[in-house]
């Protein structure tokens, strides 16, 4: 055990840095351009605030396109892009391009089915106040499904970080990394169970707090 | 006040097209409370949501006050739908905030930092008996807490015009007896306009001066409630 952590202590706790700052931050991008990006499929529907139906079209077209393109494939794909923002397609910071990429639409579904939980009528009604659409946005759709979109929040980072691992193994860096370059590669069994062991209380950790925050701010 | 002429609402569905009011007049005086009463179907939410446009009439006009809201689009229509309130039958209060958020919200759309905001919540929360629920959410209420809260915040502008849409359906006799002597009493005080639809008789003999009686998208009968309690016993 002692020579185990001394081998291998620093590595993983790199790795699990790693793991969690990939994660995290392209959750965060995601969600830039995600939740702006769900709202507007869920308000340029037919009877909604802004009822746009070219517009709708062509946003849910482009989501569907982007989510259906398998996570390993867009990874690679989307590697000149990549070398062309952050200079090169290698290592953790560089692995964040393509996982934002890969979650944009997926946020984006998200946020359109927390807004369309919302009952119709205090759309409805704030609509008879005299709000304006924008304020109908950001005044009653996201703080009415705040619940909601947290624990689509906490669903999206951990996406993430089983994405994060394949980002890994095209030289991401993350326990997912290792878990394919000294568990898989190497049949060293022990480092990769925990590698898992980690990965599975992060996630468990994540999954905890997203539901936990959902009922705390949850009043209704 | 409020004079509504050869309104018609024509829904264009796959199957066909519906007629949901079909060429109704009807005038609304200044500080009348002015009930619509018929069967589910006949037209008479429609005709209540044409009246702050939350649907849009296939052809006639409205006008309050002279001016004719059919004819307004954006910030013009969203001006005038501030001095006119409404409550519905499933109260849509904000669930994430406060009885007070609630009431305040109206002056928050309205825009800017409204000096007097706090007094005024407080006052219309007076008005309503709900002073020690300011800080409660609308799930810790009852049916008739949330239709105060409701009424509360279809007054926070001042509105010239109440619409009430089934406001009383789902409440129980003694809640909605209650609720319609709130609006009674309001209407009485502030001198606002209230027009109301309903299924319920009782309602309209409860607080209406003048009534309408709607059936398949007309107008069949409309005056003072007192002439006409005879003709809705007939029909209803």
């Known amino acids: 055990m002692g020579a185990f952590l001394e081998n291998y202590g620093a590595m993983l706790v790199q790795g699990t840095w790693d793991t969690l700052y990939m994660s995290f931050l392209s959750a965060l991008f995601a969600y830039l351009m995600g939740l702006p990006l769900g709202v507007a499929l869920a308000v340029t529907e037919p009877h909604h605030i802004l009822p746009r139906p070219h517009v709708n079209r062509i946003l849910n077209t482009v989501v569907n396109i982007v989510r259906s393109v398998p996570f390993i494939i867009l990874l690679i794909a989307v590697i000149p892009f990549t070398r062309w923002l952050v200079g090169t397609s290698i290592g953790v910071t560089a692995s964040i391009v393509p996982l934002v990429i890969g979650a944009v639409p997926f946020v984006a579904r998200l946020v359109e089915s927390s807004m369309k939980e919302l009952r119709k009528g205090i759309i409805e009604a704030a609509t008879a106040m005299g709000a304006s659409p924008f304020q109908i946005i950001y005044k009653v759709m996201i703080p009415e499904t705040m619940p909601s979109l947290v624990l689509g929040a906490s669903i999206t980072t951990i996406t993430l970080i089983g994405y994060s691992a394949m980002a890994g193994a095209v030289g991401g860096g993350g326990l997912g990394d290792l878990a394919i370059r000294y568990g898989y590669y190497r049949y060293d069994t022990t480092l990769m169970m925990v590698t898992i062991v980690l990965l599975v209380l992060i996630v468990q950790g994540v999954q905890l707090a997203g539901t936990r925050l959902s009922k705390k701010i949850n009043r209704q | ?236």
Do not use: W
């Not at chain 2, 229509?77 to 919200?105: A, C, H, P, W, Y």
């Open chain 2, 1 to 236: 006040m409020i004079e509504i002429r050869n309104l018609c609402k024509v829904y264009h569905n796959p199957t066909g097209d519906f007629v949901a009011l079909d060429d109704v007049d009807l005038t609304i005086a200044q500080g009348e409370i002015y009930g619509v009463i018929g069967l589910s179907g006949a037209g008479k939410s429609t005709l209540i949501r044409c009246i702050n446009m939350l649907e849009k009439p296939s052809s006639g006009s409205i006008r309050i006050d002279g001016e004719d809201i059919t004819r307004m689009r954006g910030r013009e229509l969203r001006r005038i739908r501030q001095s006119l309130g409404m409550i519905f039958q499933d109260f849509n209060l904000l669930m994430q905030k406060t009885v007070e958020e609630n009431v305040r919200f109206p002056l928050e759309i309205a825009g800017g930092k409204q000096a007097g905001a706090d007094g005024k919540v407080r006052e219309l929360l007076r008005l309503v008996g709900l002073e020690e629920k300011a800080g409660a959410y609308p799930a810790q209420l009852s049916g008739g807490q949330k239709q105060r809260v409701a009424i509360a915040r279809a007054l926070a502008n001042d509105p010239k015009v109440l619409l009430c849409d089934e406001a009383t359906s789902a409440l129980d006799p003694l809640t909605t007896k209650s609720i319609l002597e709130l609006l009674k009493r309001i209407n009485e005080k502030i001198g606002v306009t209230i027009i109301l639809i309903t299924h319920e008789m009782k309602v309209v003999e409860a607080i209406c001066d003048k009534v309408a009686v709607i059936e398949n998208a007309r107008i069949v009968k409309d005056g003072p409630t007192a002439e006409h309690i005879g003709h809705f016993q007939e029909v209803m």
